[in-house]
């Protein structure tokens, strides 16, 4: 409890928020990994996955490549980036774009094959052209999906963007790698307790914003009044009477 309560106290301790290398701007770095990596990653993933979706060609394809993707070590995959092109933000970013593209990808298509065939028959009987059916029926209706496969890759990236110091690229993880090396318990617990609660901002955010984006159409058809059982006054059980008794 002392421990967590000397991390509390590293945060706050105003010698460690002034100045460049101080938490806001570590912070700042950090995210801007996250938001680059994952923008990066949406702008190669979404098309693919759209496409994917609405003609159902290369699925398997995108499924062994997303799971390629997901076995790569992320540590291993910085180090080979950073000997190939040099030390810097460059080679931390191309690792989180790595890391970002297989579930912006799974969302992307899972939304799209999400809608209902039946809606995508009718608006095409309604003569409705297949970029239309795309933008005005099945990415709207797919968008909570996409919305969790963006968010899944912002958490992903957010917790690893700690490995950027490995690189020299800043963000969080040069005060994790310096109380490891000083053994600085309280810097080591109160990066730690920073990158947690930056982790669950951003949880709490695309959680927020992916209920927001459902289609009214769709909450309006969700049955909401459900009975866990029925109200109906249970028919009385007895014996039968016979004749005689």
Do not use: C
């Not at 774009?97 to 992307?108: E, T």
Request: charged share 15%.
């Amino acid at each position: 409890m002392d421990l967590f309560l000397q991390g509390i106290a590293w945060i706050f301790d105003p010698a460690n928020s002034a100045g460049p290398g101080g938490i806001p701007q570590r912070i700042a770095e950090q995210l801007a990994y996250t938001f680059g990596a994952v923008a990066i990653g949406a702008v190669i993933a979404v098309p693919i996955g759209l496409l994917i979706g609405h003609t159902g060609r290369g699925r398997d394809v995108a499924v062994s490549l997303s799971g390629g993707l997901r076995a790569l070590p992320s540590l291993g995959l910085l180090i080979i980036f950073a000997l190939g092109i040099g030390i810097g933000f460059k080679a931390p970013l191309l690792t989180f774009v790595i890391l970002a593209i297989p579930p912006v990808l799974a969302g992307a298509y899972a939304g799209v094959e999400a809608v209902d065939k039946r809606t995508v028959d009718a608006a095409r009987a309604m003569g409705m052209t297949e970029w239309q059916i795309l933008t005005k029926v099945e990415l709207p209706l797919g968008l909570p999906l996409l919305i969790g496969g963006l968010r899944s890759g912002i958490l992903q990236v957010v917790a690893t963007a700690t490995l950027a110091y490995f690189a020299t690229g800043g963000a969080l993880g040069v005060f994790i790698n310096e109380g490891l090396k000083t053994r600085n318990y309280a810097e080591l617990l109160g990066a730690s307790i920073v990158v947690t609660a930056l982790a669950l901002v951003l949880e709490g955010i695309f959680a927020l914003l992916q209920r927001l984006v459902i289609p009214r159409g769709v909450t309006a058809g969700r049955v909401t009044d459900v009975r866990a059982r029925s109200t109906r006054p249970r028919a009385v059980v007895g014996n039968s009477i016979r004749e005689g008794k």
